[in-house]
């Protein structure tokens, strides 16, 4: 699966305002960002975004998911720490 479908999913199932997918076949890293994870658990965060994913997990399309979901303003903050290029 390309990193550019799961973005195009994650995009029309929650209007994100930015998504970042990098991967390699079936292991990818998911950055996600939008207003709908204010007040969310980190639980909840990671449970928003594999809804829209679960029949290409089952599928073994995807293989492992490592998320992180951010409120804008708190990717403002983060982004600044990281390294994802």
């Known amino acids: 699966m390309e990193t550019a479908q ?5 995009q029309e199932a929650l209007s994100l305002q930015e998504v970042h997918v990098k991967g390699d076949g ?3 890293e998911v950055i996600a960002v939008s207003e709908i994870f204010d007040g969310m658990s980190r639980v909840k965060k990671q449970q928003a ?3 829209p994913l679960m029949s290409h997990i089952a599928s073994n399309e995807i293989h492992a998911l ?7 303003d708190e990717w403002a903050r983060d982004k600044k720490l ?4």
């Open 49 to 51: 975004i594999y809804a």
């Open 82 to 85: 990281m390294s994802f290029s």
């Open 66 to 72: 490592s998320i992180k979901a951010y409120t804008p």
């Open 26 to 28: 079936s292991h990818y």
């Open 6 to 10: 799961i973005e195009q999913i994650l």
